[in-house]
């Protein structure tokens, strides 16, 4: 199936919900409680609605509602998910998670908030939620999930933030450090450091790339201690101009910091430190699936809302980004 904006998912909350039920339960709905499946087990409420409010007296019908005869817990397919407990309507959460899957360089909660309709504090929120569902968790590359015999892995780090020259009325915030690690043809992994030293590459490096890899870097010192642990540590020097020897290059991993960088700069402007490690699983995120059509990206992203949970309080007192 091909999903386009102007797909009816995108347009009514129904048809977005039955849209999500079949991308999280292609077999029957699954309760998130304790994982039962099957008619057997889950029932179908019909007619359900809500409290009585002073908007809506006699309640808003409730579809969507399924009750689990062996816990007896009641849910819907947010629950367990990032859109959890969300009165943004759900076609609004799927377009939000489509438009963050297929631009290239980003999009700023501005203009979510202007395309949507809804309050920019709200999609900030939802911007970050869906960040959230795009992360591969801080152990999904443990054990060398990277390279392997004969494949080559790029290492190298870069700062972002903004210039002293470019400031106007205080001094910019120091840049934040960023060490990404691609394998050529393959993925690429992101991590936000506070400095850069041996010990923290160790760390970054040991737990997600196989020592059966090929390390390529430039010729920084803090990888000599480590570059000998793998099958082969080959650098080049940009001290001497030197970028580009045969195969000897780290151009795979500059190209991605390109992407990294434009879309910072030009659509976010800042980015905090607390917030960092979403913004480059996002970025992490659309370049591992760089090949991939919009449609395969957005499903993609959709698989990764579940068992994450990210609340506003939560998400609030780390500061705005």
């Not at 997600?208 to 080049?236: C, I, N």
Request: charged share 25%; proline share 4%.
């Amino acid at each position: 199936m091909t999903v386009s904006l102007t797909d009816p998912i995108f347009q009514d909350a129904d048809k977005a919900r039955e849209h999500l039920e079949a991308q999280r339960w292609p077999e029957g709905p699954v309760c998130p409680h304790c994982g039962c499946t099957g008619e057997e087990h889950i029932t179908a409420i019909k007619g359900a609605r809500s409290r009585p409010s002073a908007a809506h007296p006699e309640g808003v019908e409730r579809k969507g509602l399924y009750q689990c005869n062996a816990c007896r817990q009641q849910f819907t397919v947010t629950v367990g998910t990032v859109f959890e407990r969300s009165k943004v309507p759900l076609n609004k959460w799927l377009l939000a998670t489509f438009l963050l899957s297929s631009s290239k360089k980003g999009m700023s909660a501005h203009q979510l908030h202007r395309m949507l309709g809804v309050t920019y504090k709200t999609a900030w929120f939802m911007f970050h939620r869906i960040r959230e569902a795009m992360r591969d968790g801080d152990d999904g590359y443990k054990d060398g999930g990277l390279g392997g015999p004969g494949k080559t892995v790029e290492a190298d780090e870069t700062y972002v933030g903004g210039k002293q020259k470019n400031k106007a009325f205080k001094d910019v915030p120091p840049k934040k450090v960023v060490i990404s690690l691609v394998e050529r043809g393959g993925k690429v992994r992101s991590t936000h450091v506070a400095t850069v030293t041996s010990d923290t590459l160790k760390k970054v490096l040991f737990e997600q790339v196989s020592r059966k890899s090929e390390l390529m870097t430039d010729s920084a010192q803090y990888y000599r201690p480590l570059g000998w642990q793998f099958a082969r540590h080959r650098t080049v020097n940009h001290s001497i101009n030197e970028y580009v020897r045969g195969d000897d290059h780290t151009n795979t991993i500059e190209s991605f910091f390109g992407i990294l960088k434009r879309g910072i700069m030009g659509s976010y402007h800042h980015v905090s430190p607390e917030h960092l490690k979403r913004y480059l699983a996002e970025f992490d995120f659309r370049y591992n699936y760089r090949k991939e059509t919009d449609t395969v990206r957005y499903s993609a992203a959709l698989k990764g809302i579940s068992g994450k949970r990210l609340t506003y309080r939560r998400i609030g007192e780390l500061g705005a980004a």
